[in-house]
């Protein structure tokens, strides 16, 4: 709003007067905030009966994490190996080279990017 930004409310149409969208975030905010305050509230009041908050299995679960995640990275590894194996044989000496090869073929990374050379240091 100090802006100046133009923006439509679907809800309140195009030609809102900016006094009743602050009117209309003023009430957001503080509804947020006794949101929040109700939130701590219960919270506090669960915790004095005694319930144990958060996850009581979190060691558990941090180990099924990780074990997801490092198969996932083994599974990807091993879908890729084979083409940079390949890819060795054929030509490419440098990771730039390699980079390039995967990119060429349209491979994407395991998060669906580019491969680029990276250097690792090491200590």
Do not use: C
């Not at 007067?17 to 939130?39: N, S």
């Not at 915790?47 to 074990?67: D, F, M, Q, S, T």
């Not at 890729?80 to 730039?96: D, F, G, Y």
Request: glycine content about 8%; aromatic content about 4%; overall charge positive.
């Amino acid at each position: 709003m100090a802006h100046r930004v133009a923006f439509v409310v679907a809800e309140l149409g195009a030609d809102v007067d900016p006094f009743v969208l602050h009117l209309y975030a003023a009430l957001a905010d503080k509804e947020r905030a006794l949101i929040a305050g109700r939130t701590r509230a219960a919270l506090a009041a669960a915790k004095a009966r005694g319930v144990k908050l958060g996850n009581p299995n979190i060691e558990h679960a941090r180990e099924r994490a990780i074990a997801v995640i490092k198969g996932e990275a083994e599974r990807a590894a091993g879908n890729v190996l084979p083409i940079i194996n390949e890819v060795r044989r054929a030509r490419a000496t440098s990771l730039r080279q390699i980079a390039e090869a995967l990119n060429s073929r349209g491979i994407s990374t395991p998060r669906g990017g580019v491969w680029m050379r990276q250097a690792f240091e090491t200590s």
